[in-house]
């Protein structure tokens, strides 16, 4: 599969929500460098670096939240056209997981069933790459239109039951806070919104399985399409930064995820000149160098968000990325005015 292209009807989308907001989204478009031939085809491919252009010249308004509100499910295409027509929620979760790709393989949730003291929840996640993290607007985007696909699916009475967001905490997070109605953690290492589980259950109101037939057949012409991915460099650490956010990724836990046993996934990553250690280290790398400048952040929080089963791991290896400690790295910062 191609990670360096997005599906044209997720970039398209965006710009439409970008126009009801009273953006110029023509201008957007010109100055991310979208081609206009390749935009006007939904099932195209748009290169991943105008897609994050067009995201950077979005970021300058805070319009995260409003923009992602109304992302409909016509950004995912086929996709999210053909999930509309299946049976149930579970069903409509589970098929655009399979067919992730088709969009971006990390711009699909994952989804997971998990208690807490609320009660059963469905949590829809997300890993959130590095140029969206620090941009901060594209994530409350991503978080916004998770709540609004649910409730496309299920019903305009879909509610959050928790937000997390792997974004510093803001001096005032009331305006997130108001907008979700519900819990928000902050500094997280990936994005997750809960819902109740209930709401697997529900049937669709369109579903339609003849017209789901039709389009799950549209879907799988257009991932046949996709080029195989041939770096399990770049597979495998997707899934490291996905497990970090339970603690130290394994090498075992990422070998079950992409479906080969430890030793296949250990030889091949060989080939490719690395180690599963060192994609552990630059998840780790990347993330800690997002998440260092939140001044509200001990040494221990930073290294359990960080997968580190205590602060004096995670100071030798930020001492071995940057030569300094996390405290004096972010000092030396704020010093320069970073």
């Not at 360096?4 to 997720?10: D, E, F, G, I, R």
């Not at 620090?134 to 998770?146: D, F, N, T, W």
């Not at 299920?154 to 519900?182: I, K, T």
Request: proline share 7%; hydrophobic share 50%; glycine share 8%.
């Amino acid at each position: 599969m191609d990670d360096h292209t997005v599906l044209a009807a997720l970039t398209q989308e965006v710009l439409a929500a970008a126009t009801d907001l009273g953006l110029d989204a023509l201008a957007i478009a010109r100055d991310a460098g979208l081609d206009a031939a390749v935009l006007a085809d939904p099932d195209g491919r748009i290169p991943l670096r105008a897609h994050l252009r067009m995201w950077e010249l979005l970021s300058r308004q805070p319009v995260g939240l409003d923009l992602g509100a109304r992302l409909g499910l016509a950004g995912l295409g086929v996709i999210g056209y053909a999930i509309q027509h299946g049976a149930t929620v579970a069903d409509a979760l589970a098929f655009q997981h399979r067919y992730r790709a088709v969009v971006h393989p990390d711009v699909i949730p994952a989804h997971e069933r998990r208690r807490d003291p609320g009660g059963e929840r469905l949590v829809l996640t997300r890993p959130v790459p590095a140029p969206f993290a620090q941009l901060g607007e594209p994530v409350l985007a991503q978080a916004s239109a998770l709540v609004a696909m649910m409730r496309a699916l299920a019903g305009a009475d879909v509610r959050a039951a928790f937000v997390v967001l792997p974004l510093p905490r803001p001096v005032d997070p009331s305006r997130v806070e108001r907008y979700f109605a519900a819990p928000v953690a902050w500094q997280a290492p990936r994005l997750e919104v809960g819902f109740d589980a209930a709401v697997l259950d529900r049937p669709l109101p369109r579903a339609d399985p003849q017209l789901f037939g039709y389009l799950a057949r549209r879907a799988d012409e257009l991932h046949a399409r996709l080029p195989v991915e041939a770096s399990w460099r770049a597979r495998a650490a997707r899934e490291v930064g996905a497990l970090l956010a339970a603690g130290e990724p394994r090498l075992g836990d990422v070998a079950r995820r992409l479906a080969v046993s430890e030793r296949t996934l250990h030889r091949r990553l060989a080939a490719e000149a690395t180690t599963f250690a060192a994609l552990v280290d630059d998840a780790r790398r990347e993330r800690a160098l997002l998440l260092v400048d939140d001044a509200s952040l001990t040494s221990g929080e930073l290294a359990f968000l960080l997968g580190y089963s205590e602060p004096s791991a995670l100071i030798r290896a930020f001492k071995r990325w940057t030569g300094d400690t996390p405290c004096g790295y972010r000092a030396r910062r704020a010093a320069a005015g970073a």
